[in-house]
């Protein structure tokens, strides 16, 4: 079974960084897009940056020159490295990937991660 595991939240003031990692485990055959998605308190999720496989990357415009995006693929993981953070980027962070898993009839799937939550606030 394919889970996603994220780490890295919390509380930090205006202006700090966080770092968030997202580790894809179980039986995997390949991995291609990954990226992370927020959702704050009454609003959509949204994507907040993704990586595809070759290591291309795109961002939301809100995050770009803050948030930097980075996969490495022999470990299966992906991280967001958020600096200059604003109390605007406060929500429930997700991280998700397209993954082909070793199963006798295997598709590419979406998979989620539980969640980490971030608080920007003085």
């Known amino acids: 079974q394919v889970q996603l595991v994220e780490s890295g939240g919390g509380l930090v003031q205006p202006g700090g960084s966080l770092r968030l990692s997202c580790a894809a485990s179980?039986?995997?055959?390949?991995?291609?897009?990954m990226g992370w998605y927020r959702q704050a308190p009454g609003k959509q999720r949204e994507l907040v940056a993704g990586?595809?496989?070759?290591?291309?990357?795109n961002y939301a415009d809100s995050v770009k020159g803050r948030f930097t995006i980075s996969r490495d693929n022999a470990k299966n993981t992906v991280s967001l490295q958020m600096n200059s953070l604003k109390p605007e980027d406060t929500a429930v962070y997700y991280c998700?990937?397209?993954?082909?898993?070793?199963?006798?009839?295997?598709?590419?799937?979406?998979?989620w991660g539980q969640g980490t939550q971030v608080t920007v606030s003085s």
């Open positions: 998700n990937a397209e993954i082909l898993p070793l199963v006798a009839i295997a598709t590419i799937r979406n998979y």
């Open positions: 179980g039986s995997i055959v390949s991995i291609y897009a």
């Open positions: 990586v595809t496989s070759g290591g291309s990357t």
